[in-house]
């Protein structure tokens, strides 16, 4: 799948984003190593500490499925900026891939490319160093 391919899937998630707080909308669509896409938007609750990323809702999404093997993920908001992933979201990532690729674009089509491990460089190792398959 195309970098091009995985951000229109991101933005189209964002589409079904709820957001009535912050009105800020995110979508975000995550590639396996297997070329399957998994897509999550983010949802608020008026208690705010409740809402779940766009991120994480994708990853939800692609463990749900059997799918532990994560590539790339895009995320696409409504911000002038490229948006990277909170540090919770990196994380998460992180216990599935940390060196994922992280596209970042704005609705305007502005992307910036990252690694995870650029992102998020020095992630919580303890459980990390004792799994085999990360």
Do not use: W
């Amino acid at each position: 799948m195309k970098d091009r391919e995985l951000m229109a899937a991101a933005a189209k998630a964002r589409e079904n984003a709820y957001a009535p707080y912050s009105q800020f909308t995110v979508g975000a669509a995550l590639l396996s190593k297997d070329g399957k896409v998994f897509v999550g938007s983010n949802v608020e609750n008026v208690s705010f500490g409740l809402t779940i990323c766009a991120e994480r809702s994708a990853i939800a999404a692609a463990i749900t499925a059997g799918h532990r093997d994560l590539e790339a993920i895009a995320i696409a908001t409504n911000s002038e900026k490229p948006a990277v992933p909170c540090g919770a979201c990196r994380q998460v990532m992180a216990e599935f891939n940390p060196s994922m690729k992280v596209l970042a674009a704005t609705m305007d089509g502005e992307v910036e490319q990252f690694s995870l491990r650029d992102l998020l460089p020095l992630p919580t190792q303890g459980l990390l160093e004792k799994r085999q398959d990360v």
